[in-house]
């Protein structure tokens, strides 16, 4: 019999995967589901930009290798940084990903061998744990704490393990942890990183979405960043495009010219249809990611309002397109998903398959408009799992 790696059985399977697999019995038995669980926008995206795709899928030349990103694609990032975040891009300090999830699995290959480590938060998103492990790299992980705002403690990183690690993983706003944090965490983030020769590996999907502020920041306009860090950056939730998979890498330039010469090996260029939506997404009109600055932060309300009616005296996110409760009570939070599903059709993710400190925690993503949010909160009710 095939014996497979023991990293490839160490993984359970995707627990998003997992639940919509039950939801699908569910819905052939004539139940309503209202689903929760995975960060896809449901808006969509500018039509500017389904145009610029359609438009570029018509053209035979584009279904060839791009083999690189095209200068219009680089010159459109420089503009996005430039006028968003205020930060000065050059082209050798930017390369195109598959989206955050591919760049993430592979960078560490980049800096990493075999044993080397790298300090990742507890709890946090998958990929921030899978791609050290891909590349055979050892996790060590530092908790991310409510009393703490879910911010990292540098002070509790040990100087042993600030020494041996490679590169630290940082991401807020925060998924699942719906955490923001203020200049003066990066501040303290950069000098720690200067301190032990650390590269920081900041992802910045959601800083869009702040909700009870101004956007948020790039980890590059800070002082001192590019001479640190990286910084992953996405136009799936901003643009709601999810599905082109188109993400940036950026910052410290030879970390990008390596990561480039990596990629290379195992990638032949994002698709030029792919590349022309991006050059439209972020050349033209921002209003859909106003749109859905304001969407979200309007069922963040709807939802919270709804549940702390219900009985559940949630917290209120302060960012992202996610909330982050603990569950009434602690307990399982995978058969506390599970319960709510059955009971109720209302789909969340437990916490536990975010890692260490995520058990007594559930995930709820804001991809339904507030009415049904509302509606959700009230079978939460009714069930009388609270």
Request: charged letters at 20%; aromatic letters at 10%.
């Amino acid at each position: 019999m095939l014996r497979y790696s023991s990293l490839s059985e160490s993984f359970p399977p995707n627990i998003l995967q997992v639940l919509d697999a039950r939801r699908l019995e569910l819905a052939n038995l004539g139940r309503e589901t209202i689903n929760l669980s995975a960060g896809t926008p449901d808006l969509p995206p500018a039509r500017s930009v389904m145009e610029a795709m359609r438009d570029a899928a018509m053209d035979p030349e584009n279904y060839k290798y791009s083999l690189m990103d095209t200068p219009e694609l680089q010159e459109a990032v420089i503009f996005w940084y430039k006028t968003r975040y205020g930060v000065q891009l050059e082209r050798s300090e930017i390369t195109a990903v598959y989206g955050t999830q591919e760049g993430m699995s592979h960078i560490f290959h980049l800096l990493c061998d075999p044993g080397d480590e790298v300090i990742i938060g507890a709890p946090s998103y998958p990929i921030f744990s899978f791609g050290p492990l891909f590349a055979r790299a050892k996790l060590a992980k530092v908790p991310l704490l409510p009393e703490n705002k879910f911010l990292f403690d540098f002070g509790s990183i040990s100087k042993e393990t600030a020494s041996r690690a490679k590169a630290i993983v940082v991401s807020y706003p925060s998924n699942p942890l719906a955490a923001v944090a203020n200049e003066d965490f990066y501040a303290r983030l950069i000098s720690f990183a200067k301190k032990y020769n650390l590269l920081v590996i900041h992802d910045n999907a959601y800083s869009e979405f702040v909700h009870d502020g101004p956007p948020g920041p790039s980890f590059l306009s800070f002082p001192g960043a590019k001479d640190v860090g990286v910084e992953f950056n996405s136009l799936s939730k901003s643009h709601n495009l999810t599905g082109i998979r188109v993400s940036f890498c950026m910052g410290n330039k030879d970390v990008i010219q390596g990561f480039t010469k990596l990629r290379s090996q195992i990638d032949y260029g994002l698709s030029f249809v792919a590349q022309k939506a991006a050059v439209a997404a972020l050349t033209g009109s921002q209003d859909v990611v106003e749109g859905n600055r304001r969407a979200y932060r309007e069922r963040r309300d709807a939802l919270c309002n709804a549940l702390r009616k219900a009985g559940w005296n949630v917290p209120i996110p302060a960012g992202t397109m996610f909330c982050w409760f603990p569950i009434p009570g602690g307990g399982d939070s995978l058969a506390f998903c599970l319960d709510l599903l059955e009971r109720t059709g209302v789909i969340c993710v437990p916490g536990s398959s975010f890692g260490e400190g995520g058990e007594g925690w559930v995930r709820f993503a804001l991809t339904q408009p507030p009415e049904v949010l509302e509606r959700a909160a009230e079978k939460i009710k009714e069930s009388g799992i609270l």
